[in-house]
């Protein structure tokens, strides 16, 4: 047997788990898992159902005997092999933590993820991906250079035919046409606890306001910079006593804790787009 991986969102009224049942279980698919959510602001649906099929049954048969009822629902949904891992980009500028982390967490097992590369705007980190084992990039940028990087930046995630890129504190603005052309598809780890403090030097911003908690954020990127749909969050507490450096010291770890707790919530294909927020199944 295999576990297929049902993502949907719609409309919401009366009868939708019904037909989502009655259509996995039309195919074959016998229910493992199942959440549902209805947003009463916006009156959308949103459900995860994880089933199990025969191992020799084929996403596209799934895909085919679905559509119907997608159709009849407007939904928008997507089915995955729940064995199949996603294909990860990781991004990284000149603080390698969060980097560290993903890589420790993909070495021992905690992350189902194939990592592609590993991708820069400096040179710091390339010995840290050999001793991976995984392929490095340098793309340097300049103000004056930014759409060239970008576009062979484009041409590397479609060329590694990547799922999911990950900004593990990569520390340059996209632009819109990029935000954009890889929206749901870009997580960032901010260093704030969102919306607090959005933009540069967060934890200057935070020491200034005399805050008591720090946090970190993982956010899809929009163009709207860290305004993107939030995935995870958590804080830690501080004192007057601490200086700005003490406070990025003591949030690194936050960060590493909260992109890698998203990073998996997406590659197990638990968090739906709902506008500009999303909805978790944990
Ligand atoms: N389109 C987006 N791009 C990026 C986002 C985002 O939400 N949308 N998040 C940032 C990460 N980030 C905070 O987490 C961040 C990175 C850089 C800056 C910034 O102002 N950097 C430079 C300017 C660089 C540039 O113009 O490209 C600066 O310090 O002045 C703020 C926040 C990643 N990208």
Excluded at 38 to 60: A, H, P, Y
Excluded at 134 to 147: M, R
Excluded at 181 to 194: D, K, Q, T, Y
Excluded at 236 to 262: F, K, N, P, W, Y
Aim: charged share 25%; glycine share 6%.
């Amino acid at each position: 047997m295999k576990t297929l991986v049902l993502t949907l969102s719609c409309a919401d009224r009366m009868g939708i788990v019904a037909a989502v049942g009655s259509a996995i279980a039309a195919q074959g698919g016998n229910i493992v898992e199942s959440g549902q959510y209805v947003d009463r602001e916006n009156g959308r649906f949103f459900m995860r159902v994880c089933c199990e099929v025969e191992e020799s049954g084929s996403l596209e048969a799934f895909r085919k005997g679905f559509s119907p009822v997608g159709a009849e629902y407007s939904m928008r949904w997507e089915v995955h092999d729940a064995a199949v891992k996603p294909r990860v980009m990781i991004m990284v500028s000149q603080q390698g933590h969060c980097l560290n982390d993903l890589l420790y967490r993909h070495g021992t097992g905690q992350l189902p993820m194939e990592l592609t590369s590993i991708l820069s705007n400096h040179d710091t980190f390339r010995r840290r991906a050999e001793h991976e084992g995984v392929p490095f990039h340098h793309l340097p940028v300049t103000a004056a250079s930014k759409a060239e990087q970008e576009a062979k930046l484009l041409e590397l995630i479609r060329e590694q035919r990547v799922d999911l890129v990950i900004l593990a504190r990569y520390m340059q603005i996209l632009s819109d046409d990029l935000s954009k052309a890889l929206s749901g598809r870009v997580i960032n780890i901010h260093h704030s606890f969102l919306p607090s403090f959005k933009g540069a030097r967060p934890y200057h911003q935070a020491h200034k306001r005399g805050v008591k908690l720090i946090g970190a954020t993982a956010h899809y990127v929009t163009a709207a910079l860290d305004e993107g749909p939030i995935i995870e969050q958590d804080v830690q507490r501080v004192d007057h006593s601490m200086t700005a450096e003490d406070m990025a010291a003591i949030g690194r770890d936050t960060e590493c804790q909260v992109l890698a707790r998203a990073v998996r919530l997406h590659l197990e294909h638990r968090v739906l787009l709902n506008d500009d927020r999303t909805v978790v199944f944990h």
